[in-house]
């Protein structure tokens, strides 16, 4: 179950991180309040989880999956680079991700 929840914590930082984008500067209200909740979320869940699993894991798997998805996020919101280096790069992060997983 922690695992589930620490990659829900990784979802909802991938939206406080898009978020950020949109609350221009924190001057959109609306946008800044959905991303200090997204944030909140996040920190809340990655606590959850950070209870049976080890801080260093859970720390790296939380904020390689907001990495990853912010990534792929800003690629498909903002149409950002998806050069071969960037790509493999975020393959890269994603191999140490399951290496992590594994070693559980």
């Not at 939206?15 to 200090?36: N, Y």
């Not at 260093?56 to 919101?77: E, F, P």
């Amino acid at each position: 179950m922690s695992w589930i929840i620490l990659l829900l914590a990784g979802l909802f930082e991938i939206g406080w991180a898009v978020g950020l984008k949109f609350t221009d500067g924190f001057t959109r209200p609306l946008p800044t309040l959905l991303t200090i909740a997204a944030m909140a979320t996040s920190l809340g869940l990655l606590g959850l989880a950070m209870k049976t699993l080890p801080l260093g894991t859970a720390y790296a798997v939380w904020t390689g999956v907001g990495a990853v998805g912010t990534v792929i996020a800003g690629i498909i919101l903002f149409g950002e680079s998806m050069s071969l280096l960037r790509l493999s790069s975020v393959l890269l992060i994603c191999i140490g991700l399951l290496g992590l997983k594994l070693s559980q």
